[in-house]
């Protein structure tokens, strides 16, 4: 099992920048390397990846959030990271870390393991 627990979200103005958190934990997430990735769901709309991380700390990203976002993990900290930059309204949503044993194409359905998500507000 793996337990995912996102922290970092909030409201902040456009242009502004957050930082997003996912401790993972659990006796899989111990054992074996996992492809990480943040996903985010606005009111209304599908869930959508934003970015993903391999185990060899390959990144990937949705065009939308490409050069505004980072993703990064401290393999130490079973943690993983989202700074979001240049933050836009439309990036207003729930924002959910996951996790899958294979770094597929970042859709929600190749991803087993989701955390509750952490609220994510851009005001213009």
């Not at 997430?29 to 934003?50: L, N």
């Not at 939308?64 to 980072?70: D, L, P, Y």
């Amino acid at each position: 099992q793996v337990q995912l627990v996102e922290s970092g979200g909030g409201s902040v103005e456009a242009g502004g920048s957050l930082r997003l958190s996912c401790a993972a934990s659990g006796y899989s997430y111990s054992r074996y390397s996992y492809c990480m990735g943040w996903f985010r769901q606005a009111p209304g709309k599908e869930r959508e990846g934003a970015a993903a991380i391999d185990k060899d700390g390959t990144t990937r990203y949705a065009d939308s959030v490409k050069g505004r976002f980072t993703i990064s993990k401290d393999n130490a900290k079973n943690t993983l990271y989202l700074q979001m930059n240049s933050l836009k309204p439309e990036d207003t949503a729930m924002y959910y870390c996951a996790a899958t044993a294979l770094c597929p194409r970042l859709q929600p359905r190749f991803f087993g393991y989701w955390g509750q998500g952490t609220q994510v507000t851009v005001s213009s």
